[in-house]
């Protein structure tokens, strides 16, 4: 069963418009959640997590245990947020990721 | 520090080969765990490990085995490769207390 669902594969935003990605679970334990941001031709690297509730690059995500979402907002995409964003949920606490199959940003100049 | 290391980058098989895909880290991490990346299905986890001489089977372990002789190396092996491992195969590290994961730089493998 899918765990993390993200439902868009492809968002095309211009320049300076509001991105959201969004991401929904399905977890009955108490979920860890994360957002993993995949830039071209470089590694996956952690973008946040929820239990840090911080903004990072313009980017947050608030953890809605009521919808069992987790969604990703920046309120004015910049070009170099092109990338592929990766929602994921940490099961069991024990280290374990499952993934979302990812949505592809691409922001238009 | 080098971080997570995989080797190589790039490598094409034949049906029926075997290879093994290094991976290691030098951040003294107690979890590493090897992941596939395929288009529209994201990331699934093939193996993990807690710790040395630990191992366990994630969502996708078909065809791949792994061992955890040291805390720093966690090589994935395929024994009989097949055109469906045509992949872009990720290891990743984590301390114990923390989820978050360190991602090496990907190994693009294609089975012919």
């Known amino acids: 069963a899918q765990r993390v669902t993200q439902p868009e594969k492809l968002l095309s935003v211009f320049k300076g418009a509001p991105v959201e990605l969004k991401c929904n679970y399905s977890?009955?334990?108490?979920?860890?959640l994360f957002w993993y941001v995949q830039y071209s031709r470089q590694r996956l690297q952690l973008l946040l997590r929820?239990?840090s509730r911080e903004s990072i690059k313009g980017f947050t995500a608030d953890l809605n245990k009521g919808e069992t979402s987790f969604h990703l907002k920046k309120p004015f995409a910049q070009e170099e947020d092109s990338a592929m964003y990766y929602c994921a949920l940490s099961l069991y606490g024990n280290n374990r990721l499952a993934f979302g199959k990812g949505n592809q940003v691409v922001v238009i100049p | 520090n080098a971080g997570v290391t995989q080797t190589p980058k790039f490598q094409v098989l034949k049906t029926g080969q075997s290879m093994t895909l290094q991976c290691a880290q030098d951040?003294?991490?107690?979890?590493m765990s090897w992941y596939r990346q395929d288009p529209g299905m994201g990331l699934r986890l093939i193996h993990y490990?807690?710790?040395?001489?630990?191992?366990d089977q994630g969502e996708v372990p078909n065809g791949y085995n792994v061992s955890r002789s040291t805390t720093e190396d966690f090589p994935l092996r395929l024994l009989s490769a097949a055109p469906s491992q045509t992949s872009v195969y990720f290891c990743a590290s984590s301390y114990r207390e923390s989820n978050e994961q360190f991602f090496g730089p990907g190994t693009r493998l294609t089975v012919l």
């Open positions: 977890y009955s334990g108490s979920p860890e």
């Open positions: 951040m003294n991490h107690e979890y």
């Open positions: 929820h239990i």
């Open positions: 490990s807690v710790g040395a001489g630990i191992t």
